[in-house]
């Protein structure tokens, strides 16, 4: 069964680093693209970014490039979203997606994670 | 970018037919048949319903179909259940690496 755990919720200052987690389990991670999804609240769905763990390679949703980072770990299946200086602007859940590249599809989410950034 | 158009609601009573548009350009839903549908609960996470256009994944029912005809693309559920309630949010490859939700519907069964 095609798992995506993600790290728990977080509450953060303005200004500070966050580093959020997912964890794939159920397949073989390295041959899947995984990406994150924003969702601010009361809002839709935006995608953020995609990264193959198997070489790295990531791709950015124009609206979010430099804004955050997307990165993998394929010793361990987990993929992160990073922040290096949060606004209050960034208080949404955040999913991390399973994307089938041949099919242009998200198939599996995670459960989601919030992030609540107030001073 | 600009999102896809999507109503913001919609309605049907049980047992009846209701249907969800999602209208882009010709550079992502009249360009692809990479059109997704995905079905959010309150608190949840979206789950997939319907991808390329109209193919439904393993598990999803019958009742769930798409089409597409140019720049619009559409969700269907027939035969409306209680449990259908929820909000849907359409999807579409726009070249390049990139694809773009739409802003959501939210369906009501009366």
């Known amino acids: 069964e095609v798992q995506l755990v993600q790290s728990g919720a977080e509450v953060k200052k303005p200004g500070e680093s966050l580093k959020i987690s997912c964890k794939g389990a159920?397949?073989?991670?390295?041959?899947?693209?995984i990406g994150w999804v924003r969702q601010m609240p009361g809002k839709g769905l935006e995608w953020m970014g995609i990264i193959y763990p198997y070489d790295s390679d990531t791709k950015y949703s124009p609206s979010f490039q430099g804004q955050v980072t997307i990165s993998a770990d394929k010793s361990i299946s987990t993929a992160y979203l990073q922040w290096s200086s949060l606004k209050a602007s960034d208080t949404a859940i955040y999913y991390c997606?399973?994307?089938?590249?041949?099919?242009?599809?998200?198939?599996?989410w995670g459960q989601g994670a919030l992030v609540t950034v107030s001073s | 970018q600009s999102a896809l158009t999507q109503p913001p609601s919609a309605s049907g009573s049980p047992g009846q037919s209701v249907t969800i548009s999602c209208t882009g350009t010709s550079s992502d839903v009249g360009g692809y048949n990479y059109v997704s549908w995905y079905q959010q609960h309150p608190g949840k996470a979206p789950k997939l319903m319907i991808y390329e256009v109209s193919k439904r994944p393993s598990g999803v029912p019958d009742r769930f179909s798409g089409s597409k005809s140019g720049n619009t693309a559409s969700l269907t559920v027939s035969g409306l259940q209680a449990e259908d309630e929820a909000d849907y949010y359409c999807?579409?490859?726009?070249?390049?690496?990139?694809?773009?939700f739409g802003g959501g519907t939210k369906l009501t069964v009366l």
């Open positions: 997606v399973r994307y089938l590249g041949a099919h242009k599809v998200f198939d599996f």
């Open positions: 159920g397949y073989s991670f390295n041959s899947y693209w």
């Open positions: 999807n579409s490859y726009a070249g390049s690496n990139n694809v773009i």
